[in-house]
């Protein structure tokens, strides 16, 4: 079923702005009210949001739109995205929703939905949603005493906190090691430091002070500069960055450098495939993880299953063929084991839990792979063109495969959340790498101010 209003990560959008406004949510609550109603039972929906200014808008207004269904609402108020998929399924509910834009800017927010599995909907479910959309709704509005209630979880924090703590192995300790995290003023900014202080470890904090406009503002998994020059100046061990929702998580070694996801994926499944924990016989990534990865993974054994982009298609993956380590480049990394969607925070504990029972410096831990030479540029279009259909830049895209042939890899792909196409190249021959993306980023460009041109 098609889909105009859902794109790769749920519904996104800026604030206040179309589908982004206080009616689509209400709107949005009651059609998905309507898709999961199942049964006589009270039906009950779990609802957190990140620090946006924003959220002050759309959470109530999604909570109107599910009361209105008879849906009793949990609110647990500024939480990461996994807690909200842990807490979807620890309290039995038939839905769960998280109100993020994730590592966009304040000005930016997103609805995410989470069946009563705690996974991310179907694309096939999120378009029944949508075409409930066309529906009049009111149908299925319920008599006065049989409208639902809105409550607020108190502990919903401290739950988590205790969830994501016992993930680390017992008997281990981060005793001893000094950590800087970087919570970007977004939703973990009170979860994440309290996890890693009571198992043990010398925390620094930065990007815990959200004021509701600064959230990803020049911090964060998007933008670790700050936390790599917080890591040295303290002579800390290693850097935690988190993203505004914290399903996201980039490390920084003690020399201040950083170390993606791809990198995690492979250590963590290197040190699960040598305690035996690993399912699968590999590692499922997206088509965006980097070459070295998928060398590294087949000298040990391993494999590498690509998969397109977007977490949740790496967890269907991982669903249906039984891998439990999972992730995107960006820093996305679910392990399967724990939870249903990526969490910065567990991955993280379980880069730490190689470290510290290994006895090296992070650096040494942490360099799975030497990464095959890539380059990732995003060309923003407006007007609603469509450069990708150009006949110049089809041309421009044929010609850069030609070059790469045998040597490396080239991915064009628009973003499903915003009017920006990425353009990736790697391989061996940096040089040639740099001018193929060159190249097509110049020839989209020039297209797209042709038929911004034409349309005017």
Avoid at 259 to 277: A, E, F, I, T, Y
Avoid at 417 to 433: C, H, K, N, Q, Y
């Amino acid at each position: 079923m098609t889909r105009k209003l859902f794109g790769t990560d749920g519904i996104r959008g800026t604030a206040n702005i179309e589908p982004m406004t206080a009616e689509t949510a209400l709107r949005v609550a009651m059609a998905t009210a309507i898709q999961f109603h199942r049964g006589d039972h009270r039906h009950l929906a779990v609802i957190g949001k990140d620090t946006r200014l924003s959220g002050y808008m759309l959470e109530p207004a999604l909570t109107a739109g599910l009361i209105s269904m008879g849906m009793d609402v949990v609110l647990v108020g500024p939480m990461p995205t996994p807690a909200v998929a842990m807490l979807t399924r620890s309290l039995r509910a038939d839905l769960g929703i998280m109100i993020s834009a994730s590592h966009n800017p304040f000005q930016d927010n997103g609805i995410k939905l989470f069946g009563p599995d705690g996974y991310k909907l179907s694309d096939e479910v999120e378009g029944e949603i949508e075409a409930r959309l066309g529906d009049k709704l009111d149908t299925g509005l319920v008599k006065p005493a049989a409208l639902g209630r809105a409550s607020r979880l108190e502990d919903a924090s401290g739950r988590y906190i205790e969830f994501v703590k016992n993930t680390f192995p017992r008997g281990l300790r981060l005793d001893g090691l000094k950590i800087v995290v970087d919570c970007a003023h977004g939703a973990a900014y009170r979860v994440a430091p309290k996890v890693l202080y009571e198992l043990g470890a010398e925390v620094i904090s930065i990007g815990v002070k959200p004021d509701g406009i600064n959230i990803n503002r020049g911090c964060g998994a998007t933008a670790p500069q700050k936390l790599q020059s917080e890591v040295v100046a303290n002579g800390a061990d290693l850097g935690i960055a988190l993203d505004g929702d914290a399903d996201r998580l980039i490390l920084v070694d003690e020399k201040g450098r950083q170390v993606d996801g791809d990198q995690v994926m492979g250590l963590v499944g290197r040190s699960w495939c040598n305690s035996g924990k690993l399912k699968g016989n590999g590692v499922v990534a997206t088509v965006m993880s980097n070459l070295g990865l998928e060398r590294a993974l087949k000298g040990m054994g391993l494999d590498l299953v690509r998969t397109p982009v977007g977490d949740r298609y790496v967890v269907e993956h991982m669903r249906e063929h039984g891998f439990n380590v999972g992730g995107e480049q960006s820093g996305h990394i679910v392990l399967s084991d724990y939870g249903t969607t990526g969490d910065g925070l567990i991955a993280a504990l379980q880069v730490l839990a190689v470290i510290q029972g290994g006895g090296k410096r992070v650096s040494e831990v942490c360099r799975v792979f030497e990464p095959v030479p890539q380059l990732l540029k995003n060309v923003r279009f407006e007007g609603g063109g469509a450069p990708l259909e150009d006949r110049l830049v089809k041309e421009a895209i044929r010609d850069g495969e030609a070059r790469l042939s045998g040597g490396g890899r080239l991915l064009i792909r628009k973003s499903g959340t915003e009017p920006v196409i990425r353009v990736m190249a790697e391989g061996d021959d940096e040089s040639l790498v740099n001018a193929v993306v060159g190249d097509i980023v110049l020839s989209i460009q020039e297209a797209a101010i042709r038929q911004q041109e034409a349309a005017e």
